[in-house]
């Protein structure tokens, strides 16, 4: 009898400790994939936001697709100005100068700057990292904004997009009360001229 209630409780502290250890482990594992997977998206995010800007400064007006996005800073070019004197000076002189330089060769330059904080890859820029191929949306469009005629933008993805199966159900929020796994992450908004990220 004795050898019985000995094994017996043996095998609850193996089972206690087990639950102990999951308990631990797994908040662990989400909070460190979280991390490692927002990072990851919020990095594509920026260069989606470099790339339209460039596509802006080209155009006028902002990506509607990544298609076009591609197209455009593959194929077109920067106007680059350059003014020497002061245009405002009713009485001075001054010279303005035009130049066109290429957007493909523009983006080379900055992705082979040694300095450079951000690396623009146009055949991987639709695809959110850690979702098996699935890609942002994005939107453009011009509105009145304070009597302006402005254009804006918005690219991004839901947390559950990226998360997976595992980590993308709302269970996980019992360690992380901010995670919501049909939140969006992404800049731009579409009734606002703003650029600005929602993880920054």
């Known amino acids: 009898m004795k050898y019985i209630i000995n094994i017996l409780l043996l095998a609850l502290v193996l089972v206690l400790g087990y639950m102990l250890y999951y308990g631990i482990k797994e908040p662990i594992a989400f909070g460190d994939t979280k ?14 936001r ?11 007006e902002f990506a509607k697709s990544f298609e076009d996005l591609k197209t455009v800073l593959s194929t077109d070019s920067f106007t680059l100005v ?23 060769d523009s983006l080379v330059f900055l992705n082979n700057k040694p300095d450079s904080k951000i690396r623009i ?12 191929g699935e890609r942002f949306t994005i939107q453009a469009d011009t509105l009145t904004y304070q009597k302006t005629l402005v254009t804006v933008c918005e690219v991004g993805t839901t947390w559950k997009t990226f998360m997976g199966e595992k980590y993308g159900d709302a269970k996980y929020a019992r360690y992380d009360n901010t995670y919501v796994p049909s939140a969006r992450l992404k800049f731009g908004d579409m009734f606002n001229p703003n650029l600005s990220g929602n993880w920054e």
């Open 35 to 48: 991390t490692l997977r927002k990072d990851a998206v919020t990095d594509r995010l920026k260069q989606v």
């Open 50 to 60: 470099y790339a339209q800007e460039f596509y802006r400064d080209i155009t006028g």
């Open 82 to 104: 350059k003014i020497i004197g002061n245009p405002d000076d009713p009485n001075g002189e001054f010279l303005r100068t035009e130049k066109r330089r290429s957007a493909k």
């Open 121 to 132: 890859n146009l055949d991987s820029l639709p695809f959110v990292p850690y979702s098996g």
